[in-house]
Structure formats: C-alpha cells, structure tokens
C-alpha cells in the first residue's frame, strides 16, 4: 500500500522568509496530492492540490511542485506571515482511493 | 463552496454512555464520507469509510460494533460512539469526497468533534 512520509516535522521560520515542507510516496499509481493546513483545535483545511498530469501549481504565495519520477512533491509557501504558523499535512492517493497522510510539519512564523 | 459541518463541536460524556457525531455536506453531495481520529500532536487516522446507502467500511482494527456509521442521505453520515469509555476521548473528524468534482478526488473536512469521556 501507499506509505507518505513528510519532512521536517517542525520548521521554524523568520516572517517574511519561505517555507518549504516536502512529501515522498510510495505508489507510482497515486496521482493525487493534496495540501491540507490544520490550526489548533479545527479541522484540516484544503490549501492546494495538485494531480499528477501537472508539474506545479500556484496559488498567490503559495506553491506545490510534483516529480513523479522521484516520487516526492512539496509545500512552498513565501512571504509567511505569523497566520500561515499551523500544522501542515500532506496526503497521497490513487483515483476514487482513501488518503494515506504524512505524520504532519508544525510551522512556527516568528515574528 | 464545499463546505462540511459537523455537529457537535465538543461533548462531555459520561462512561458506558453513547455519543452520535452528525457530519453534513452543505452544499455538495457526497456519495463518500470519511471518519478519521486524531490523537494530539499526531496524524489523521482513518476509522472508516461510509459510502451512501451501503455499509460502512472499517480499517483494520476499528470495531465495527462500537463505531457505529451511517450515511443515510448524500449531506448526512453519522458516528454514533457506544458505551463510550475514557479511552475514546479524541478528536474526531469528518471528511467529505465531492462526488460532483473536477477530479473527483477531492475532500473537505470537517471542523471536528472533541470527545471527552469521564
């Protein structure tokens, strides 16, 4: 089956520098990859996805690039601003597949 | 849009009594509903996976008998948590596959429900 693992488990980063979180999977069938932020308390919210037919996507600061021969693709997010501080999960599946998570990145933005 | 509620937010129960979780699409419908626990500081653990008008399916080491699902509707799948005891205190969370979706893969979550059993 599917294995994610997700690195580092806890960055801490200066406001206004980047962050970068990075995901390797297991199962060359997976072929969806999507990003989710969950604040203390609150369920996991979508912030960026990104299917396998793509090599990147972007959204505003935030960006996640795909390489589908090395099996890893990653979180990048410019400009932090103390809100982006959260944990952050990455997730892996096949089509109509259940989602298998990474163990999770806790940002800190420092002010 | 995709917007998932799930109701309550935070329950005390007492030991050996049952708690139901409610979880609603607000504005997809969604054949596939999802219900993971999270313990603090770690991951999202997939409990089961409730399909609408068919039977729950559980992971591997779920009881079926204590995490009782059903997805009666394609906005509504309920977790009722029988006889509930201190070691189910979590965080439990719902998600919801749009059924309706570009890619069709896609789910939303829920905002979870903390559990507290004493």
């Known amino acids: 089956g599917e294995n994610v693992e997700q690195h580092p488990s806890t960055l801490s980063v200066q406001e206004g520098d980047s962050a970068v979180i990075k995901c390797t999977y297991s199962d060359s069938a997976s072929n969806y990859f999507p990003w989710y932020k969950q604040e203390l308390g609150k369920g996991p919210q979508l912030i960026i996805d990104i299917r396998s037919n793509v090599g990147e996507k972007k959204d505003q600061r935030i960006a996640v690039t795909l390489n589908k021969t090395a099996k890893h693709f990653s979180l990048h997010i410019t400009e932090t601003q103390p809100e982006d501080s959260a944990v952050y999960f990455c997730a892996a599946c096949n089509y109509g597949q259940n989602f298998v998570f990474g163990p999770g990145t806790r940002l800190s933005v420092l002010p | 849009g995709a917007v998932v509620s799930q109701h309550p937010s935070w329950v005390i129960c007492k030991s050996g009594t049952s708690v139901k979780i409610e979880c609603r699409s607000l504005?997809?419908?969604?054949?596939?509903m999802f219900w993971y626990r999270q313990f603090p500081k770690q991951s999202l653990m997939l409990m089961a996976t409730s399909n609408e008008g068919s039977k729950a399916t559980y992971e591997q080491g779920v009881e079926k008998d204590k995490f009782l699902i059903n997805h009666a509707s394609l906005t509504l799948s309920t977790l009722t948590v029988t006889s509930a005891h201190p070691e189910d205190s979590s965080f439990y969370i719902c998600?919801?596959?749009?059924?309706?979706?570009?890619?069709?893969?896609?789910?939303?979550f829920g905002p979870g429900t903390r559990l507290t059993v004493t």
């Open positions: 504005d997809f419908q969604a054949t596939t």
């Open positions: 998600s919801a596959r749009d059924s309706g979706g570009l890619g069709g893969s896609e789910q939303y």
